[in-house]
């Protein structure tokens, strides 16, 4: 079992973010974990994206009761391939979906209603562009 995640963040980016489908997100908030410690030096990160189905949750319990760990339970911890006495993890949930991160179900500042089928239409590229803007 991994060393029991940071319990859910998350950041709410207020700049502005041009997608590549031609709108823009006034602000969107990234839910995510870590797991590690970050370096003096900012090189030990490494940045795991979830697949389009899961979300942010990718290694260790939140508590007893849970009945399964994060989905990268076997691949994230101390002595596992992403090593977290080596490395600093981070796992967030991309925006575009429902698990936290803005998407479908966040309330469209316009409107005052839920996004619902009139979120914007995203790209890998949108994603690495919000991405970017977590690192220190």
Request: net charge neutral; charged share 15%.
């Amino acid at each position: 079992m991994v060393d029991s995640p940071t319990l859910r963040s998350a950041i709410v980016n207020s700049t502005p973010l041009s997608l590549d489908c031609g709108r823009t997100l006034p602000s969107y908030e990234l839910v995510y974990e870590t797991y590690g410690t970050l370096n003096k030096s900012h090189t030990n990160a490494v940045l795991i994206c979830h697949a389009l189905s899961s979300d942010h949750h990718a290694a260790g319990y939140y508590s007893m009761q849970d009945k399964k760990p994060g989905w990268w339970e076997t691949c994230i911890g101390p002595g596992k391939p992403i090593d977290t006495n080596r490395f600093f993890v981070v796992s967030l949930n991309n925006f575009g979906g429902c698990k936290g991160s803005t998407g479908p179900n966040t309330t469209h500042p316009d409107t005052g209603k839920p996004y619902g089928p009139d979120f914007p239409i995203v790209t890998v590229r949108d994603w690495v562009k919000s991405q970017a803007r977590l690192a220190p």
